[in-house]
Nanobody, 120 residues
Framework: QVQLVESGGGLVQAGGSLRLSCAAS????????VGWYRQAPGKQRELVAA???????NYVDSVKDRFTISRDNAKNTVYLQMNSLKPEDTAIYYC??????????????WGQGTQVTVSS
């Protein structure tokens, strides 16, 4: 069974940094696009950053030049380096991936989420 597990969240002061990790485990043939989403209280979940299998990336405007998404295909892990954090970055961050398992069509997977809290 394929699972996504996020880690690296926590409490940080404004201006600080955190690095989130999203590790995929199980019987995996390949991982296509991986995205980091976030959801703040009372707000809709939004896509923060995504990285495709070829390495191309995209970011929501509010995090450009502060966040960097990367992937280590050998470890089936995607990272989100978050610098210059702001209180408005406070949210639960979720990892989403489109994953191919052997003998099965691609399927969507979500992690359980990791809390990021930025204090002013």
């Amino acid at each position: 069974q394929v699972q996504l597990v996020e880690s690296g969240g926590g409490l940080v002061q404004a201006g600080g940094s955190l690095r989130l990790s999203c590790a995929a485990s199980g019987r995996i043939l390949s991982i296509n696009t991986v995205g980091w989403y976030r959801q703040a209280p009372g707000k809709q979940r939004e896509l923060v950053a995504a990285i495709r299998s070829g390495g191309s990336t995209n970011y929501v405007d509010s995090v450009k030049d502060r966040f960097t998404i990367s992937r280590d295909n050998a470890k089936n892990t995607v990272y989100l380096q978050m610098n210059s954090l702001k209180p408005e970055d406070t949210a639960i961050y979720y990892c989403h991936a489109l994953i191919y398992a052997p003998g099965r069509p691609a399927n969507d997977y979500w992690g359980q989420g990791t809390q990021v809290t930025v204090s002013s």
